[in-house]
């Protein structure tokens, strides 16, 4: 991954906050995939409970023509604090990722996934703290333990993902720390150069001709 590309911006004269009305708030981001496997009624359920705290905003941004079934959603459950927006052109991720003082990774409960969750690398790289809502089962949870980037809350609990999003709310330490500790890891384990390094040992490996062992003549008694 170009982590050159996708780092960490500042938030001060953040075109995608200013663009969107965000600047002064306290944004959680979804960015990604919009279908049955991510369950992002539970994002809106969990916004629903937090709109007594107006500085709290999240952003949902996805396939335009998912958009409408999560418009619904917001009106069912009286969701004013939830903005859905459409892609952005890539040159604007990480700009976007940078707005976002929480990024989330969401599954629903029965989701049992492989393969590590692209956007995973992309928020740490971002330097953007981690809440996901996933599953025990997986490479989501093990992800995010093991980056020391973000915290994980059992999926399809809106109150659980609230809770979560209130207490860093209120820490912004914690913030801050999830951030910097994302980040590192993902300069040590997705960057270009730690792949080229990867590669390099084991070109050495298979290249480097092993040494022959020679045997010794038992000693005569």
Not at 16 to 22: A, G, V
Not at 134 to 158: L, W
Request: charged content about 20%.
């Amino acid at each position: 991954m170009d982590t050159q590309f996708v780092r960490p911006l500042p938030q001060r004269h953040n075109e995608f906050r200013m663009t969107h009305n965000l600047v002064g708030k306290f944004v959680v981001l979804y960015s990604g995939n919009i279908a049955l496997t991510q369950g992002l009624e539970t994002v809106i359920a969990a916004a629903a409970q937090l709109q007594e705290f107006p500085d709290i905003v999240f952003v949902i941004v996805g396939e335009a023509s998912a958009l409408g079934h999560l418009q619904e959603c917001c009106h069912a459950h009286n969701a004013r604090n939830v903005l859905l927006l459409p892609f952005q052109p890539r040159e604007k991720l990480p700009e976007m990722l940078s707005a976002a003082d929480i990024g989330l990774v969401v599954q629903k409960r029965q989701v049992t996934v492989f393969n590590l969750p692209s956007k995973i690398p992309v928020l740490l790289a971002s330097g953007c703290a981690i809440v996901a809502s996933v599953p025990d089962t997986g490479t989501a949870k093990a992800a995010v333990e093991s980056s020391g980037g973000g915290i994980v809350v059992e999926p399809e609990n809106p109150q659980a993902l609230a809770d979560q999003v209130l207490e860093l709310y209120h820490h912004p330490e914690k913030v801050r720390a999830f951030g910097k500790w994302g980040r590192q890891y993902a300069e040590d384990h997705f960057s270009f150069d730690q792949a080229l390094n990867q590669y390099e040992a084991l070109f050495r490996q298979i290249v480097t001709p092993k040494k022959p062992k020679v045997l010794e003549a038992p000693l005569k008694s």
